[in-house]
């Protein structure tokens, strides 16, 4: 794990001024998420109240990988969205405080930024609306913010970084707000697919190409894993764990989305399995499988979603192409 | 590969230059306008509004923008395909490109503006690859440079940045995607500011002061209307500015603290402009002109004078009586339909006769729009009017059965193919959806309605080729393929299913290109067998009488346009000269349907024109958005 560790360190984008000087955002300082990879937009969407800082950054890659923030201290954020997975799990629901099961798959947190709702129902808005609930929960950190923050006040070191970042300094506001900063500075691109994109003809290989006619073809993949991040934001029934969890409907009360969850981002998807959200499809040959057979038939299946018919070398071309969305 | 009509995304030109600073993202903003009370319209200074039309004519070509003087107004030649200008105080046009004719090249320009300088003209170019490129050509003349050409983006359109230096496009991608981007005129390098799905902008332009990126975008997924956003040129923020009406963009007015815009709020399509500071509506829309139809605007210039486009025409769906025995025209062309005159274009017989499935252009904003189809009974004149939920429509055959209408086109997600028109319901469902790069047209049923044939263009594989898909299994078989730049024209069957005619064309250019040759081909596979020869002719199959013992063909021996004269050539299968029948003086025709009856046809004639005014003072109301910074 460590040497992973230090690998993503490496990999993070220079972050000019952290811990060299009192820094208070003011909104003027340079953006930490530079430089952009290829295949990302610049736009993102940002809540007024949170501008990225370097400090607010750094200070929340501290708190990812800490386990201050569980109950029992055994628990970060990167045990179940673990760095070398593309920030997903390795297991189909990951295994929180005291052994405890999560009821969803860890989804993966990078490019998180061009998200408009977290989570696999979308319950949260923002990310910063997002980055406690998992500390909260009984079956994951089972903590309480306040008492996290009070620990955090009480060590020097997080209560000279939180003033570094914050006027304020420690609060559970501040918190979420240096969790969110972290996770929204998560970006993968310069994938194959965005070089090819670009114009660079041979950054696919020919399965590939193959695979990316299917997908965006005859494959329909396309109507949902669409854009820079290759997901619509939007709520899909696939069918998978029909009538044991309620999806989005949990969130909205609408019975049209009963089974419905959000769409994942395909970016990095080569790492980030077991996919879907309950974990119960481990390799990309069963998530193949599932959509060439038209996903599992229930009330509410998306009508984009029937049967493909695909030839076995129509499926490995499928599989190339989504290898080809491993990104930098 | 998409079309004009597949994507019709029109970035325009803006003026001023570009500041670029380094700071943080900022949230995306919904800004939900105010609603007005009842009779309460905010109205722009109308004091000094004047509108005139400038150019008329057949030549008229809206696909052009003006210079920031209004001197100037670039277009497209479509004698040739050439990229043009046309100085606006004498009335004449000189070309900037010289590819030829069309019976040498196949080449042509589309859209087009000037850069902020006015002495160069960015603009599209459909090249020898079958692809569309961006190319900037100096107004005086010279070598056109192409500045921006990228294999995975099937369609490219830009504007300048008011620098010159940069250009604001929009691309359409092979992944379905479309984005935003600002590309280096330097070092060719391309900034991707927003990707979209399968949707895209129909129009982006960048503000005078260069810091903000205007652009229209259909919110929704399932309808098309439009809302206006506002996004700032170095991405860090975003508003939306939401209203329930269509709001399309016009452009930035000169002062960059008005946007104009077409809604139609009010019931019909009018001219807005709405107050902005720092990306952000500052006030009401205020009410410019009302009862705009078919407007298409092509820029505002430096004194704020709109030029815009006026669609107008006299296409039409006309029947008559022919005896093609005979050669003689027993009832002469009579349009088939009262309403919507003008609108109207591309008719099918149902398979009784009793009906007759047409096309409508209803939408009162111009472009290419998804059409209406309409179901007319042929005795009484009773019609039902179907809307599609798709982007565009053409060429409705109707299905054997008579329950349904194939038509050519793409559905509300973008997807290019065959699609079925219940003749009941009005509901759509795929028959056949492309895959990117390729595109399924010109579908033909076979009299059973067991087989569709279609033309399948592929421009990863610079192929086209004639399919027949087996419509209880859902498989295709190939009939006969073409390397481009060979290929051949428009498909029809015979009555008895067991032939389709086309006209094949070699593809090369020049004084030595072989002319198209008109062949049929057996339904069930084999050698294609000739029918007949032409030299330097553009010929397009229509159909075969209903004996199925000829071809009904019309030919155009201009190198410069289309016979005004619509004339129905009739060509003995079995050999022989054929014979001419003079159906429509003075207008040029295409889709000729023969009804049941083998005597009666439908048949589309006219042509779609345009107009070109300018609409002077168009000017906010006063004290509606704060002032400029050192303004006194």
Partial sequence: ?328 | MKTVFAVFAFVTLGFLGWSQRDHLKQAVAVAEEARDAPGEIAQADTSKLVTRRIWAGPQVDPLGAPSADGRLLSHVDWSTGDLAVRDLTTGTSRRLTSKGSWFESTEFALFSNFSPDGRRILYQWFNSEFEYDLRVVDVEGGSPRVVYRNPQVEYPIASWFPDGERLLAVLSLVNRSNQIAVLSLRDGGARVLRTFDWRYPNRAQVSPDGRWIAYDFPPGEDHPQRDVYVLAADGTQEVQLSHPANDELVGWMPDGRHLAMTSDRTGTMALWVVPLEQGKATGKPQLVKSDLWRIMPLGITRKGALFYNVQSGNRDVYLATVDFSAGRVLAPPARAAERFVGSNFQADWSPDGRYLAYLSQRSPVAGPRPAALVVRAVSTGEERVFTPAMNYLQRPRWAPDGKSVLVTGQDRKSRQGLYLISAQTGEVSPLIQSEPQSSATQAEWSPDGKTVYYRRDNQAEKQTRIMALDRSSGASRELRAFTLPAGFGSLAISPDGAQLAYVQFEGTRGPNAAGPILQVIPTAGGAPREIARFERANVTVLGWTRDGRSLLYERNDSPEGRDPVFAVWVQPVAGGEPRRIELVGEVSGRNLRVHPDGRRVAFTAGQDRHEIWVMEGVRPAKSTAAPAPGAR
């Fill in chain 1, 1 to 328: 794990m460590v040497p992973l560790l230090l690998t993503l360190v490496a990999l993070l984008p220079v972050l000019p001024g952290c811990g060299t000087s009192r820094m208070v955002d003011a909104g003027q300082s340079p953006s930490p998420f530079r430089p952009l990879p290829v295949g990302l937009d610049e736009f993102f969407v940002l809540p007024e109240d949170n501008p990225p800082t370097a400090a607010k950054v750094a200070l929340g890659r501290r708190l990812f990988f800490d386990p201050v923030l569980s109950r029992d201290s055994t628990l970060a954020c990167s045990s179940c969205h673990r760095p070398e997975r593309g920030f997903s799990d390795t297991v189909p629901t990951s295994i929180g405080i005291a052994g405890q099961r999560t009821t969803r798959n860890a989804p993966t947190l990078l490019n998180r930024a061009y998200g408009v709702s977290l989570f696999w129902d979308g319950r949260a808005a923002t990310l910063e609306d997002a980055v406690l609930q998992p500390v909260r929960n009984a079956r994951e950190m089972d903590h309480d913010p306040v008492r996290v923050a009070g620990r955090l006040a009480r060590d020097r070191r997080y209560a000279g970084e939180f003033t570094r970042a914050f006027e304020d300094g420690v609060s559970t506001r501040n918190l979420a707000r240096a969790l969110a900063s972290y996770v929204r500075s998560l970006r993968s691109g310069n994938a194959a697919i965005d070089r090819y994109l670009a114009g660079d003809r041979g950054a696919l290989s020919p399965d590939a190409r193959a695979g990316l006619r299917i997908f965006a073809g005859r494959g329909n993949c396309v109507m949902c894993h669409s854009g820079a991040t290759f997901t619509d934001e939007r709520f899909h029934n696939t069918g998978i764990s029909w009538g044991t969890d309620p999806g989005r409907s949990g969130v909205t009360g609408d019975s049209a989305d009963r089974g419905a969850f959000k769409t994942p981002t395909l970016r990095n998807v080569a790492r980030t399995g077991p996919y879907m959200h309950d974990g119960s499809l481990g390799t990309l040959e069963d998530v193949l499988a599932f959509y060439d057979r038209g996903g599992n038939p229930n009330p509410n299946l998306d009508p984009e979603i029937r049967p493909l018919r695909l030839a076995p070398r129509e499926r490995r071309a499928l599989r190339a192409f989504l290898e080809a969305l491993t990104g930098q």
